[in-house]
């Protein structure tokens, strides 16, 4: 049978990105073709022009740039991460830094040349929603590549060059090509798209339809 290939683009900055992955993998395991499934995940720089410095966590730039209350903008964040925890997920949202993301892709696509893209996809996600990390800072990115299984000249390596920036662009601009406006955003055989971190219901249904219209053509 035809396969049906999902590219899913996403940010490590995005804290609804991680839930979509997990409600996405839910409808994956229900989807009876799931062995047919090919997804690619690709990288969208949601905030291109941040700092790699990080000045204040994500409630803080809420009552800043939205003029939120202090109350409010934890609020926000703790009801995001009430939402993670309906999925297994301990986020920590409070603490989160809002920075560069760009390196981190980087290091997510060098990781996919190497087979072990999901170990640190899955590593950086965690880090970033639940231990406040600085996913901009080289130590921090080093140290995370490690726990995922990387080598270390390697990474060190990586991120002392400009290696696969054009991998990280090439993504970002076929995501505005097809439409891609916000992450998580799926589209499965570039036909069914399915933005914002949907309930698993909304995924599985979006598997089922490309596989009947798989199947009628």
Known sequence: MAEINVEFWFDYLCPWCYIGKRRFEAALADFDRDEDVRVRWRSYDLHPGESKVPDLTIPRRLERD???????????????????????????????????????????????????????????LRAYTGEAANLADHHTL?????????????????????????????????????????VPTAIIDQRFTVGGAQPSAVYLEALQQAALSAAAQ
């Open 66 to 124: 939205l003029g939120l209350t202090r109350a409010a903008a934890e609020a926000a964040v703790d009801q995001v991460g009430a939402l993670a925890a309906e999925v297994g997920l301990d986020y920590r949202m409070r603490d989160a830094l809002l920075v560069n993301s760009f390196d981190a892709h980087r290091l997510t696509h060098f990781a996919a040349a190497a087979g072990r893209d999901h170990e640190v996809r899955e590593r950086l």
């Open 142 to 182: 080093l140290r995370l590549g490690l726990e995922a299984g990387l080598e270390e000249d390697a990474v060190r390596a990586l991120l002392d060059s400009d290696d696969y920036a054009d991998s990280v662009r090439t993504d970002h601009r076929e995501g505005r090509r097809l439409g891609v406006s916000g």
